[in-house]
Antibody
Framework: QVQLQESGPGLVKASETLSLTCTVS????????WNWIRQPPGKGLEWIGY???????NYNPSLESRVTISIDTSKNQFSLKLSSVTAADTAVYYC????????????WGQGALVTVSS | DIQMTQSPSTLSASVGDRVTITCRAS??????LAWYQQKPGKAPKLLIY???SLESGVPSRFSGSGSGTEFTLTISSLQPDDFATYYC????????FGQGTKVEVK
């Protein structure tokens, strides 16, 4: 059973870069597409983007200018960087896995709250 | 962008009720739609994919239907564990979620 675990700073200053890492266990990182999804407190879900083990990426057009998702297959990890953050980027950030050929999210991490402070 | 609109935003129901949630897409997404259940403080859980396919391990009281732009999630007989927020998600082009429907105790 694939398990995902987010890690990274829980507090980021406005205008700086948010960085999170997701560690994959119980499955091959080459077998899925790996996504980042976020949820502001009390609000709905927003897909940020995904990466495949080959390094190919696809980002939400509304965030594309500020987002970089990368992968380290040797460590079974993938990462999110979101630049120039504001209070609107305060959210629980989830990593999630997608089976190739599907577009829904089979596996989810528990989520990591990131707060942007001024 | 494909916008997803769920209705209602909140639904009050009792155990044993039949519950239906609607999700509308701003353009046709064929059957590329999933449904999730989320409880407070937890990650969403996949219930339905490809509009009507039940994810393994999900109780059969959950069902999905629809294609094109209109979709429904039905819970045939609401159970105590089903009080939660439900989201639809399209994966025809990029990925977009509906705003959520909270199923609360009547």
């Amino acid at each position: 059973q694939v398990q995902l675990q987010e890690s990274g700073p829980g507090l980021v200053k406005a205008s700086e870069t948010l960085s999170l890492t997701c560690t994959v266990s119980g499955g091959s990182i080459s077998s899925y597409y790996w996504n980042w999804i976020r949820q502001p407190p009390g609000k709905g879900l927003e897909w940020i983007g995904y990466i495949y083990y080959s390094g190919s990426t696809n980002y939400n057009p509304s965030l594309e200018s500020r987002v970089t998702i990368s992968i380290d297959t040797s460590k079974n990890q993938f990462s999110l960087k979101l630049s120039s953050v504001t209070a609107a980027d305060t959210a629980v950030y989830y990593c999630a896995g997608t089976t190739p050929g599907a577009g829904y999210f089979d596996y989810w991490g528990q989520g990591a709250l990131v707060t942007v402070s001024s | 962008d494909i916008q997803m609109t769920q209705s209602p935003s909140t639904l009050s129901a009792s155990v044993g009720d039949r519950v239906t949630i609607t999700c509308r897409a701003s353009q046709s997404i064929s059957s590329w739609l999933a449904w999730y259940q989320q409880k407070p403080g937890k990650a969403p859980k996949l219930l339905i994919y490809k509009a009507s396919s039940l994810e393994s391990g999900v109780p059969s009281r959950f069902s999905g239907s629809g294609s094109g732009t209109e979709f429904t999630l039905t819970i045939s007989s609401l159970q105590p564990d089903d009080f939660a927020t439900y989201y639809c998600q399209q994966y025809n082009r990029y990925r977009t979620f509906g705003q959520g429907t909270k199923v609360e105790v009547k």
